[in-house]
C-alpha cells in the first residue's frame, strides 16, 4: 500500500485521482456505458471535474487544520460508542433539520437574513443536484410513447409521468425555479449591503460581494436563456448559451476557494451538539477553582489537544491547564498575573506589590551589574569605569 502511495505527489493529489475515477465510474454506469451522455454539456462537465479537484484540495486543507481534525476524530469515536447510539442520531437528525434544512440559526439574527440565506442555499443545492445529475449523466428521460415519459436514474427506470403534466412541468421547469430562488435571494442580500451602513464597515468587495454578483450572473444569464426559446424564438440563443457556459464555469472554479465553501462543511455543524453537550443547552464540566459547571470534559479535552498540538503552553504549575477555568476565574488569573498577586500579601494594608523581578524599579535607580550575569572582569571593568566618572 505504501509503494502505491509513492505513485502519488502528495495524499491530496491522491483523494483527488480517486475522487475523479470515482466520477467517471458513475458517468459509465448512468449513461449505460455512454449511450446517453450528452456532448452539449461536455463544457459544463469539464469544469465540473476541475470543480471536484478543487473541492478535494480545499477539504483536504480545511480537514488537516488541528481544530477540524480533532473535531473529526471526537466524532468519529463518537459515533462508534454503542451508549451514544439513541444520543448521537437523535442530536444529528435535530440539527440537520433545524440548522441544515430550516436554518434557524440564520433566521435567529433576523427574519430578513433568514429568508434571504434560505433562498440562496437551497436555490443553490437545488441547481446543483439538477446540473450535476445532467451533467454526469446520472438522470435522462426516455420517452415510452408519444405523451408518456420516465426518469432514468443511474440506468434504473424510476418514475413515468405525462409528458405535459404538472409533475413534467415542475421537473422541466426545475433550474428556473432553482434560480428565481437563488436571484430574489442574492437580489435581497445585496440591498441588504447597499442600503445598511453597519454591514458596509465590515465588508470586503472580493469576499462578501463578488460571489453575490457571480450567482446574479449565473442566474440571470440561466433565466434569458429560457426568455429566449419560450418568448423569443429563440433569439440569441446561442450566444446567451456561451455566456451563461462561461459564467457556470467560472462559478464552479471560484466556489472551492471563496465565501461559497461554507456551503459542503456546513454538516459539520451536526457535530457539535453530538460531541459537546451531553444534555442540551447544559453544562457538565465543573470549575476546577469554584465549581460551576462551564463546558463539557469532551469540549475541554479536544481544546487541550488542538492548543498542545499547536505548541500553545497554557499549563500552570499544578498541572492544571487555563481551560479547566470557567470564564469568570480565567479573568481572575490573567489579573492576578498581570499584578504579580500569584502569593497571598503578607500585609493587606501596604500597597500591593507589582514588581516580578524583571522591571526596573523606577526610572531613576539603574539596575544592579550583578542583574546582567556578565563575567567577572566585565563586571570589575564595569565598576572600574562607573567609579571612574563619578570622581
Known sequence: MKGFERTFYSKTSKYSFFVILFLFFTVWIGTEKLLHFDMALLGYFISSLIFAIGLTIRMCAWLIR?????????????????????????????????????????????????????????????????????????????????????????????????????????????????????????????????????????????????????????????????????????????????FHQVTVVIMLIYFPFGKLFHLPIRPLATAVPMNYQEHVKVDTRPCHSCGAAYSSDDQIEDVQAILAVQQFDLQFEDGTYLSDYCLACRRKIRV???????????????????????????????????????????????KNNDGGERK
Open 66 to 242: 488541528p481544530a477540524t481534525r480533532q473535531v473529526v476524530k471526537r466524532s468519529m469515536k463518537n459515533l462508534k460508542s454503542k451508549k451514544r447510539a439513541k444520543r448521537n442520531i437523535q442530536s444529528i437528525l435535530k440539527t440537520a433539520f433545524e440548522n441544515i434544512f430550516l436554518q434557524k440559526f440564520i433566521f435567529k439574527r433576523g427574519i430578513y437574513r433568514g429568508i434571504t440565506h434560505f433562498l440562496i442555499a437551497w436555490g443553490c443545492i437545488g441547481s446543483f443536484a439538477i446540473t450535476f445529475g445532467l451533467t454526469f449523466g446520472w438522470m435522462h428521460f426516455e420517452l415510452v410513447d408519444p405523451d408518456t415519459y420516465v426518469i432514468v436514474v443511474m440506468g434504473v427506470k424510476t418514475i413515468e409521468m405525462a409528458a405535459h403534466g404538472i409533475i413534467a412541468e415542475l421537473i422541466y421547469n426545475g433550474l428556473n425555479i432553482t434560480a428565481l430562488m437563488v436571484l430574489i435571494g442574492v437580489s435581497m442580500a445585496l440591498f441588504r449591503r447597499i442600503v445598511s451602513n453597519d454591514v458596509k464597515v465590515t465588508q470586503r468587495a472580493e469576499f462578501d460581494l463578488f460571489p453575490l454578483f457571480l450567482l446574479l450572473a449565473v442566474t440571470v444569464s440561466g433565466l434569458a436563456l429560457t426568455v429566449s426559446y419560450v418568448l423569443l424564438d429563440g433569439w440569441m440563443h446561442h450566444y446567451l448559451t456561451l
Open 336 to 382: 492576578m498575573k498581570q499584578l504579580n498577586m500569584e502569593q497571598p500579601i503578607q500585609d493587606e494594608t501596604n500597597p500591593i506589590l507589582t514588581m516580578n523581578g524583571m522591571h526596573m524599579t523606577g526610572f531613576g535607580k539603574p539596575r544592579s551589574v550583578d542583574y546582567y550575569g556578565l563575567p567577572e572582569h566585565v563586571k570589575q571593568q564595569l
